[in-house]
């Protein structure tokens, strides 16, 4: 029996799996890990399906050069070589008239893991500013603002913990089950669960204490639990007074905003209720607040994201045993950090970067007011925590790419990332990227986006390459993954995209390394180590973590302190403390729509050409309540059209009885790969997520998901579900 370990990529956790093959047979059978000390056995139906996702018939496998229109989808078969030496010689005459800023690139890290900091290096040392990412809405822009608290990005320590408080993320068996299987064995020694969901969501049903707020009110809540925190003095004292700043600010702040009436007004939920989960959660020894989409997709995103880092902060759950640990970069090997170069990109092209000034939050506005801190703590000016750091803001670049304000970007890429579905307003990035010079799409198939493309690079699987992770800089550990199978084909690594790129833009001297393990052996290089070495002795390497850092270091912030009154939000114009801000119903938009349904057939946009996993769900479906299907006179399992201010799409209506009235709930990136080019705009929800200055969270720039006015009716025309064609396989 032959057994090698692995790192599912298939969505953004990395389970660890085991992968057995019998001699004579051509397949692995993939499990989960049971000997993984944190999440024992974590795998979904997605991971142990894969192999069928990149088997699949339309799977790209040579490099694809644009011979119609843009979106014709019309192709020629090319070589690598003819690829590269046409894409570097249009991407030089773009930089030779526009400047380096007129590359934009975009970048899935979870779908590209292996690059090391290979895309950011490439743009560092051309000179452009203008990374994206779709992390920008995800964990990315998290991470960014809780440097601005005390920072860094906590992790939250599971399996020491005695509350944990979910924030509308529902975990569970089939989406993020590394950091279910945590909840539950810490559920199981008798740790308490608190639940924040306008839905009465699966973990809901479980939790000791429940609060079905509004949609878009989580800032409030969390201000209404620093009020009876502070109020009824259950704040650790000792903390608040040594290690931060602004707790008189904070104080005033919510007296004069957030009285606890004002606050249930707001969020829905009974006073009592309140109060009850804030001392839950203040009195609990060791509570976490775990990272949660949810506030990273509101117009108040930053503030919630602030008012979440104080809770952490004010009632000592920071660094501290069954809190949120700070786990600094201490792994020994070649941080991603390290490698992008991010010191060789001049302060004049910094100050280009798309957003800068307008939504500073995540961009390298911010972070230069941080480095000097971070350097004094982490050793690393430029921490790219879940690489969400020092950023472009995706609206500001979108429009930038359509319309040249304030500068043209012509040339664009598209690396592991179905860009076009995956940031707010499709109609934008359409226009964006038809108005571009180039663009180029690293993927394993034909997606929207690279339907748009001039050049398509077919890019290997997870499956089919070996991998260093760590953990993006989030936490102290390190994990390897063995190579199952080849490459089919001409599908190649991200790494060879990059390398190849610079050796023929005059940049191949940053680029030496002749393949991915080459690279990792040089990013294992302190360790006195080889990558195969390391593979072949760990599979997960933990490293030392000691609670309590900041006694010695302080915190990386300019005060050196947790900035509950922050210094940097402060210097960029913006609010110092937390407040409210939502967007409410009109007589024309009577509903809110909730974005974001995590399906557990598929992650993000991928696995909707796969049969296995469209059978149990072969449609895009809008879940809402039943008296609202009989208010607005629709029917179940007919086709609706859902409309905002920003466009319509159509989704099949699901009476749901966990959707509370008011509320319609849409899942992320449906596409119909067997409907043809333009299918898509048909159902993505980025269709009608509007990115206008009243859409976007002030300090970020990032879209509101959670809350979107709008208005359902019964679609004119309605195709028997039967009669659409099923050319999946």
């Known amino acids: 029996m032959e057994t090698k370990h692995v790192l599912c990529a298939t969505c953004d956790i990395s389970c660890q799996l085991v992968a057995k093959r019998r001699e004579g047979d051509t397949d692995f059978k993939l499990s989960g ?6 999440a024992p056995g974590a795998i979904c139906t997605k991971g142990q399906l894969s192999q069928s996702t990149f088997e699949h018939p339309s799977r790209l496998k040579r490099p694809l050069k644009r011979s119609g229109q843009r979106g014709e989808n019309k192709w020629l078969e090319i070589s690598w ?56 809405l995800c964990l990315g822009n998290t991470a960014a603002v809780n440097r601005l608290t005390y920072g860094w990005m906590p992790f939250p320590d599971f399996e020491n913990t005695n509350c944990i408080v979910l924030m509308g993320h529902n975990t569970n068996s089939q989406s993020w089950v590394f950091e279910y299987i945590r909840q539950r064995l810490a559920q199981k020694r008798g740790a308490k669960l608190i639940v924040m969901d306008p839905r009465r969501s699966p973990n809901a049903d479980k939790a000791d204490i429940y609060l079905p707020i509004k949609p878009g009110t989580d800032i409030a809540m969390c201000m209404g639990w620093i009020n009876v925190i502070i109020t009824e003095q259950l704040y650790d004292k000792d903390f608040v007074s ?7 600010e904070l104080e005033q702040r919510v007296n004069d905003d957030f009285s606890l009436e004002k606050v249930s007004n707001i969020t829905g939920v009974p006073i009592e209720s309140i ?15 775990p990272w949660s989409p949810i506030t990273d997709q509101q117009v108040s995103s930053t503030s919630a994201i602030r008012a979440i880092s104080i809770l952490r902060a004010i009632t000592g759950n920071l660094d501290a045993p069954g809190g949120e640990m700070l786990m600094h970069p201490g792994t020994g090997i070649l941080s991603e950090a390290e490698l992008e170069l991010t010191e060789l990109l001049s302060e004049e092209q910094k100050q280009k970067q798309l957003g800068y000034d307008q939504y500073p939050a995540f961009t390298f506005k911010a972070a230069d007011k941080l480095k000097a801190h971070s350097l004094r703590v982490f050793g690393l000016e430029y921490p790219n925590l879940v690489k969400g750091t020092h950023m472009a803001v995706p609206s500001p670049t979108f429009r930038a790419m359509a319309y040249g304000d304030p500068y043209p970007v012509k040339a664009f890429f598209a690396i592991a990332n179905n860009a076009l579905m995956g940031y707010g307003n499709q109609p934008l990035i359409k226009q964006a990227m038809l108005n571009q010079d180039l663009n180029v799409c690293f993927e394993q198939f034909m997606t929207p986006t690279a339907q748009l493309c001039d050049y398509v690079l077919p890019g290997d699987s997870w499956m089919e ?39 023929r833009m005059g940049m191949g001297q940053h680029f030496t390394w002749n393949s991915v393990e080459d690279l990792f052996d040089h990013r294992l290089a302190p360790m006195g180590m080889t990558f195969n070495e390391f593979k072949a002795k760990y599979k997960l390497k933990l490293f030392d973590y000691q609670y309590y850092n900041y006694r010695n270091t302080g915190f990386a912030t300019p005060s050196g302190k947790v900035e509950l009154y922050s210094s940097v939000l402060e210097e960029l114009g913006c609010d110092p403390l937390p ?30 050409h796969n049969s296995k ?59 119909l790969p067997e409907e043809g080019a333009d299918y898509n705009v048909d159902h993505n929800d980025a269709v009608v997520i509007p990115d206008t200055d009243d859409y976007l969270d002030r300090e970020q720039g990032i879209p509101h998901l959670k809350g979107v006015p709008c208005k359902i009716y019964l679609s004119s025309e309605q195709p028997p579900i039967k009669n659409l064609k099923s050319g999946i396989q």
């Open 33 to 38: 890990d049971k000997a993984n000390p944190l």
């Open 81 to 136: 070589e003819q690829a590269l030496d046409e894409i570097s010689a249009k991407l030089k005459t773009v930089v030779n008239k526009y400047g380096p800023e007129a590359l934009a690139v975009t970048s899935g890290p979870w779908n590209c893991s292996t690059e090391s900091g290979m895309t950011r290096r490439f743009m560092n040392l051309l000179g452009s500013p203008n990374y994206l990412s779709p992390v920008a």
């Open 242 to 248: 040594n290690y931060t700043v602004g707790f008189d």
């Open 275 to 289: 109060r009850e989960a804030a001392r839950l959660y203040a009195t609990s020894d060791g509570a976490i607040i």
């Open 465 to 503: 390459r070996p991998n260093l992770m760590d953990a993006y800089n989030w936490a102290s550990l390190v994990m390897t993954s063995e190579q199952l199978y080849q490459p089919p084909g001409e599908c190649r690594n991200v790494y060879d995209f990059w390398k190849g790129l610079a050796e």
């Open 579 to 608: 407040y409210y801000r939502n967007i409410e119903t009109s007589e024309e938009y009577p509903l809110k729509l909730f974005v974001g349904l995590r399906e557990p057939q598929f992650f993000q946009s991928g696995q909707r």
């Open 613 to 671: 996993l469209r059978v149990k769900n072969p449609f895009p479906r809008t879940f809402i309540h039943p008296n609202d299907i009989e208010k607005f006179k629709l029917e179940a399992n007919q086709w609706a059209t859902i409309e905002t201010i920003n466009g319509k799409i159509q989704m099949l209506v699901t009476p749901r009885e966990d959707v509370p009235e008011g509320l319609i709930r849409v899942p992320h990136g449906w596409w």
